[in-house]
């Protein structure tokens, strides 16, 4: 992780930059630092301060540095709610920022809305997140239904048709699934297994008896690293070869690691560009920043952080010398057609897209990602 950033206990502050006592700029993160998706949490994050951390070095916003400030809600809605209560009402946060989660982030909606604060780039592609419009939500990032699409129809143009659906059993996973089941059937398919887990104590030997039986090809997993993982060794255990995908949400370095043998050849899903491809502005800008804070590769949840940093700088550069909720709401949804380094980006009071990138990249036998 960044120097500077303590991650401390759960009812405890932590303070993602060293900054000086008169720093004035508060946002709020409420994320899983520990628990089954800390390592993409951890990622996302860093990436973040890639860029708020060469800001405040410039001297921050109109002479005020941004402090990020993040509570643990170790990938808990409920904890994440009470979290989010904390840092609107004691901290006074002027945003919400870079919270990680589904339900998680639905969770904090009626206080979002309740006191007016924006959240920036959730680290969510949630459908229900972007129709209806949120009018606080403000996503840097396509939905979780386009790339699970994507992922189906490139399947089905390889010729696979024998696809297992597997999902957690929570909004979501209802959301992932819903993507592919559009893709599959634009493809004229349908799934020769389609199952739910208990999100909180899964169980997949039955899941992996039904698909062996079923001789799948290929199997779609939305659900979180952790589980990812303990399927897939599952699935490779019982001999199954089936082709591993997965959504956005597993694009980090740590969801790599934590696949170990296990990694090579599962499929991943993108919401921004390769995180090497020098010819997009962003990824440059990112990886000059990474190095210099000693960063040789970046990776894709990292350069989700940082884009989403870019645009809430954007948006608080906008609402002037003293921003506040208010005036940061209407900054954001002015922003049009803002580049974001060769993607350009977005939104206005009907619309709160953002992005709509996607792509596909498949884990290479270095257990990098590749497109």
């Keep these: 992780m960044t ?62 540095k941004i402090e990020l400030v993040s509570l643990d809600d170790k990938f808990d809605p409920k904890q994440a709610t009470e979290n989010a ?12 920022f870079l919270t990680r989660g589904t339900p998680h982030t639905q969770a904090i909606i009626p206080l979002l809305d309740k006191h007016g604060v924006p959240l920036v780039a959730p680290s969510t592609g949630a459908i229900v ?12 990032r396509a939905t979780y239904q386009r790339e699970a699409e994507k992922a189906m129809t490139h399947l089905a143009s390889l010729g696979v048709t024998r696809i297992a659906l597997v999902s ?35 169980d997949f030997a039955p899941i992996v008896a039904k698909a062996a039986k079923a001789e799948v090809q290929a199997v779609l997993m939305v659900a979180s690293g952790a589980a990812v993982v303990e399927a897939t060794n599952a699935l490779r ?62 990776s ?17 550069r906008r609402a002037g010398p003293k921003p506040t909720r208010e005036k940061l709401q209407a900054a954001l949804e002015g922003l049009r057609k803002f580049d974001l380094g060769g993607l350009e980006l977005n939104f206005s009071p009907d619309d709160h897209t953002g992005l709509d990138f996607a792509d596909l990249s498949i884990i290479g036998p270095d257990g990098k990602f590749r497109r």
């Design 3 to 64: 120097s500077g950033k303590k991650l401390l206990t759960l009812a405890t502050l932590v303070v993602a930059m060293v900054l000086p006592a008169q720093a004035q700029i508060l946002v709020g993160q409420t994320a899983g630092f520990t628990g089954q998706v800390a390592a993409g949490v951890r990622e996302t994050t860093d990436g973040a301060l890639l860029y708020l951390d060469a800001v405040n070095a410039r001297g921050g916003i109109n002479g005020q």
């Design 168 to 202: 957690a059993n929570d909004s979501f996973g209802d959301d992932g699934i819903a993507g592919a089941l559009r893709g599959l059937a634009a493809s004229k398919l349908q799934p020769v297994v389609q199952e739910k887990f208990d999100r909180a104590q899964p």
């Design 237 to 298: 255990q019982a001999g199954s070869s089936a082709q591993i995908v997965t959504l956005s949400n597993n694009a980090s370095g740590g969801f790599i690691k934590s696949l170990g043998t296990n990694s090579r050849g599962v499929i991943v899903t993108q919401v921004f560009p390769n995180e090497r491809a020098m010819t997009f502005p962003l990824v440059k800008e990112a990886q000059e920043l990474g190095r210099a804070k000693g960063i040789d590769a970046l």
């Design 129 to 140: 997140l972007h129709r209806p419009v949120q009018k606080h939500i403000f996503n840097v």
């Design 300 to 316: 894709p949840a990292m350069l989700e952080g940082f884009a989403g940093a870019k645009v809430l700088v954007e948006g608080l």
């Design 85 to 96: 209560r904390k840092l609107m009402e004691e901290q006074g946060v002027v945003a919400m």
